[in-house]
Every structure is written in structure tokens, then in C-alpha cells.
């Protein structure tokens, strides 16, 4: 399990965080998680986690999975395999991979045989209710129309979040929620925290930074109550 | 808002319950619900639907909607035309055609605001927990290995049944619960309502049954503790 | 087997073409056809097939259908069934309901059997190539970028229509082409058939038109020729 | 570009070819491939492909890719992705992966531009002229219902495949052929090439095989016209 409150950085199908540079900036992110002693994990494209995984030591997602079983499936990101290749855990239903509720429920199940985190994305609040049923480790709620836009959700929709966390709470105690879309700098963790979340799932605002390593510090710092 | 307790006949796609015999199918249905005084519902295809509901006046359900909105898409049996042609309902996420959380979302938002009513379909206790947070006036669980088999999941898998009653109730005190799979019988419809159901969903017992009304008359005498 | 050359007016899910007013637009359609003697289809929503089918004698199509097969399948918009309800074909592959080309081969092979007419879509030369090798009737190229622009494929990107024609030929020397996106006048209806298509796949230039019965005798007339 | 004759071995999602595994195996069809001097190529899971990639010196093949294109995409293995984990080419529309055409289309452009070669697969005769249409390197024709069986498609339905070979022939002169489907003996692989085709695209007969060596070494010597 991730020790919170963290930073999930989504590396995405971005050329700036594939192969090698996907490591790099995994690397990124470990020295910031050292120096600043934060949570930051990381989830690289599926042909990456393997290479990632063994070059940091600093926890490794999947982007999603495809299936919770093995034998005669082609062209699957399996949970297995994801395991195999030194995933801790998976995010699942991001909007840009939105599966359906069942498949979202067997990773869960999966995921906790299997000793691995879950990060269930939803895209409303109502949503993060019903995915906090299936109790994941973790429900991160992301209004779709706000990822990539640098305008904030802790920000600009603070009520979907405190909604958010209403409603996975009357559902089920358990699971804790994290928060993304346009989250770009330090100010934007910090409102995360302060209206509950335990962190943060963000993508283009570290891996296009001009400089991914001040981004992080900056919300690893805000991450600890630093300023 | 459908009477309980219910019966719910899918006619799914098969030849039996297609045009004229689907109308043939819902006077059955319609004649059974007024000598009995006892609530059936049927769900015909999307091209019968108009069909149907104006030959009958039981309620009438979709068997699913692809969309909540309407505008420039083709294909998609969108929940304004199915409200047109006179659904009162549509039955949603059905084993036989899985759809996405955020839409099954959607629907039952869209359709509190249209006054139509939603029959959420989970494979699993879990899942029925998941989209009971949603909302929607019913769910029906239905696993998915029983569906057709005459196999009825209220004998062969009660704990399926009661764990889902409690699951739902623990997340969502309004929604209530029917159950399907292999239902045939009028000891199955009471075996459904004994767990705590409210009802039941079925399709093959009463579409392919050599004589519908026969099962219909038996499975609504078991609905009003007659036997 | 449609007569061409020939309008094909997609209804899509407007508010503007829904129950009432899809037949209403059915027969501003029909009216056209029989005052000019020109080839008129019209595709209206699943749920209002019948409805149309049954309200005029120009030839009503499905916007898309989901399967070939009948039976336990619920959900699902089948080729029996919108044959039942009096259509006499399908489009299949629209951008906004795309499709596995294994479905389209199926949806051909279907169609045949029953003496219905396809009208594959495709968004480029070489889709149009491969969906002719499956044999159609018709083969529709819409650039999806010109979907709803006003823009007309056939004046903005004449060299995606030739392109496809001369594909579709080199493949298959009976499937003729139409061609669609954009196209809201007669002026695009002319370009169409200068540039060799059988006729035009239209939507929102005709539904949403102020005044679609005078559209339509545009286009009609550029169909055969006046000015 | 492959050198043919060859046989292609998709690992699927099997323990058994999963990580280390997919490592042990990959070099037993290398060592066969050195041997024998024929051609073969290996298809392992996208977390795999690139351990397997630098420790063999055949080709490695993606199962499948979801997307062309690079950036805001989470949970989709790009075409990029693959290159850069040293996949030489990739697998598409594998019955167990079914894709819409216009992916296809889109996967076999890249490819082009990339420099890697596509494998489409395809269900039917039809499908196969349908994907040649869009010039892949090689198509792949596959009856699911013998796919994992035993039952060779080269000897149970030789017409599928001397059909498929015509009809990709009337297509595309420059399409190579291969089948798959329950080749599990160096005399399937022979009946395969004795009808036309320029290899096999197999799975279980090589990977679940008790001696994978064995029955590799058989089909190569078939291959090369060795008894």
C-alpha cells in the first residue's frame, strides 16, 4: 500500500516519458521522494514498467489492465503480467480507458489477492461512490473536461472533490481519495489536501514541465506542509 | 415508478418476441397482470418498442440506451427516443451488453429527470453494491452463468441474492432488489421473494415456454402468495 | 437495391427528427422524390423505424445494427429486427458508431440473405477499399473532420473522393460510392456526382435546415441534373 | 520485413510465457530458428516485449496496439511504445482483440512509417480480402472456432485458406498469407504451406507443448521441406 498523502504522476502516451525518459524522470521522482522524504509514485506505459520498476525504487503503477485472468487472451495487459514486470498496482477507468464496472470490480478482487494497490479514476462524484463500493485502495475523482487544461479541479471545482469525498465516505470508510486534473504547481496540491484528499493523480503538468524536477519539489514540499 | 413486488420479462432478441409476437407476448403479459392484479413489465427490442407500448398498457422497458444525449450521433438508442416511443424505463448494464460506469451513471440521472425508471443489471454482489450507489430505483442481480439455463440463481445461489440484499441496503437504503437467471417456475418467483427480493427478471423461462401464459399465470400467483 | 443516384438523409439523434417530427420529415422527403422522381432514403433513429416505414414509401434505413444473430442477445439492435420494422437496409460504420470489420462482413453477408441494401461507411481512400472487398451495395466516404461543418467533402477534399473511387474500384468493380460530411447544398450535390459518386450521405443539412423541403429540391434537382 | 517461409508463435497471456518465462522460450525459438535456419518470430505480452526483445535476436511482435498516436493517452499500448521496446512489428484484429478497421488502417500506415511490420488477422475469406485492401505485410486468416483446439485449420478447412488466398490475391498482389488455428505438428505447418501459405500463426501447440524445443524443431524442419 502507498504511503500517503503522495503525488501519482501518469506518464501517459507522452514522448517525454517514454523508454529512456521514462526513466529518467522516474528518476526524477525518487530523488524528490528521498530529498523531501514524499510519496511520489509513478505509472509509465505498459512496455515501460518493467525497465522502470528495476531502475527506481520508488513505487511503479500500470495505466490500466485489460483482464484479471491469463491463458488464450492476445493483446491483454494482464494483471498478472503487470505484477510480473514489478507494478505494485494499477490505476483503472481513467478517462482516456474508461472499462466497465465489472471489469473495474475483478481488478479490485484481483488486486488484493494479488497484493497490489488500486487507483479506481471516476469522472463525477456519484461515480466515486460507486467505485468506493468495490473497495479500492484508492478513488481518484478527475472531471475529464478539466485534465490537461492547467486549470486546477482542487481549485476551480473544489465541490466536486468535497462531494467526492462525502459520498465515498458514506459508501465505505476505507477507501481514500486523491484528486486530479490540471494540477500544475505547489498551490494546487495544497488545496488538495486542505479540502481532503490524500494526494494527487496528475500528468502533463510534471511530464511537459521545463523542469519536472522544480515542479515536484515544489509539490512534494506542499505535500509536507512546507511552503 | 414500476409496483412491486414485479415480474420484468426481457424479450431480448429472440424470434418469439419480435413484431407481432412481441405484442402477442405483451397481451399475454397484460392480460395476466389484470386477472392477478399483479405488476409485470416487458422489455422488448429497441424497433418494437413503439409497437408495444401502444398496444398495451403494462409498462414497457428498453433493454438498454447508449446515450443520454441527443444531437449528432447515429446509431445509438438514446434515452430521449425510447421516452418518445413510450418506454417508462430501461433496463441498463445487462450481462448481454455491459456498458460503461459513467454512463450507467448518466442514465439513471437522465432518466430521474425524464420520470423514467432504471433497472440497473450487476453480475455479482459487489457489483450490485457499486451501482446501487448510482441510485437507480432497482437493481437486478443476475449471474451471469445461470442466465438461460433454467437454473434458477434464487435456489442454486441464494447467498448470491442475500449477500447482494445486504450489500445494496449498506450503500443505498432507497434501491430496491430483483434477482434473475434460470428463473422458470412460480417456486422459483417465490424461492426470489422469500430471500427479500422484490421480484424478478427472466426472459427465456416466459419467452420460450410453450405456453407463456401458463408460466406468466403461475409466476404471478407466486407474486401475490398464491399457490 | 436503392434506384441512384440518390439522397440519403441520416436523421441521427436530433431532437429535430424524433418520432413526430421523423415523420414529418419522412414525408417532406417523399414528397421531393415523387415531385422530381429522384432516389430519397431516409435513416431515422431504431426506435422510429416502424413508424416511418409505415408512414411513407421511400426507403427507410437503419443508422447502424449491432448484430447479425438472434436470440439471448439483449441490448442489441439485430438485423431481423429493423427488417421487421420495415426497413430495407442499414447503414453500418458511421464515425459515430464504428465498428469491427468482422461485424461489417457479417452485417454484408446478413443483408444479402435478406435482401437488404448496405451502406458501409469509412473515413479514408483505404477503409473504402477495405470495406468494398466485403462486397456492399454502397460504400459512404465521410471524412470525420467535415461531419457537421458545412464544409462539403466534395469541394473541400475532392481528392479523398476520387481516391476512394478509384480504391473501390480496383477492388471491387460493382460497389458504388456516395459520399458524405458537410454537404448542405445542391451546389455540393453536383460536386459529388462531377466527381463520379452514385449520390451523398447528409444529415444535419437537411434535418436541422431551416427549411428542409427547400433544401431538399435543391439537392434533388442538382440529383438530376437541373439548375 | 519477416523473411518467409515462417511461423509465428503468439504467447498470448499464458503463465507459461509470461516474464522468465517468455525469456526461456523466446531462446528455445531462437536456438530452432539458428539451427534450422528458418524463420521464426515470437509475440510476447506488451510488458514482455522489451526483456524479450534484447535477449533474443529474432523478431519480437506486439500482440496488438491500441493507438497510433502519441500523448494524452493512459492505458493504450502505441504504436511507438512498441518500437521502442524493440518490437519489430505487431499483430492486429487477433480474434481475441477484435479492432475496428480504421484502427487496422491506421496501424498499418504507421507501421509503414515506422518501419515495422503488421500481421492482420482475419475470421473469414472475406475479412482477409477486407484487410488486405489496406496492404498490410502479411494477412492472417484464423477461424476462431478451431483457435486453440488442435484441430488444424490447414487440414479441417483448407478451403477457409485456399479461399482466403485467392481472395487477398484479386485484392492485393503484395499481401503475403499465413493461417493459424490449432497447428500443432510439423505436418499441419506442412499442409499450410502445400495450400499456398507463407506460414503458421500458432500459441498453445508451441507454448503449452511439454517440449516446446521439440515441437518447434519439427515444424521448422516442415518449414524447410525436411520430413
Known sequence: MLRTPMIVVNFKAYRESLGKKAIELAKIAEE??????VSIAVAPQATDIRLVASSVS??????????????ALTGHVTIESIKD??????????????VQIS??????KASRELNLTTIVCADTPEVTAAVAALNPDFVAIEPPEL???GIPVSKAKPEVVTNSLDKVKSVNSKSKVIC???ITTGDDVRAALRLG???VLLASGVVKAKDPKKVLTEMGNALIGKT
Chains 1, 2, 3, 4 share one sequence.
Open 85 to 98: 514486470a514489478g507494478a505494485v498496482g494499477t490505476l483503472i477507468n481513467h478517462s482516456e480507458r474508461r
Open 58 to 71: 520508488i513505487p511503479v503503477f500500470a495505466q490500466a489492465v485489460d483482464s484479471t485472468t491469463i491463458g
Open 197 to 199: 484528499t490524500v494526494g
Open 32 to 37: 524528490v521522494s528521498r530529498e523531501l522524504n
Open 180 to 182: 486530479g486534473a490540471g
Open 147 to 149: 485534465i490537461g487544461t
Open 103 to 108: 471489469l473495474i470490480s475483478e481488478v479490485v
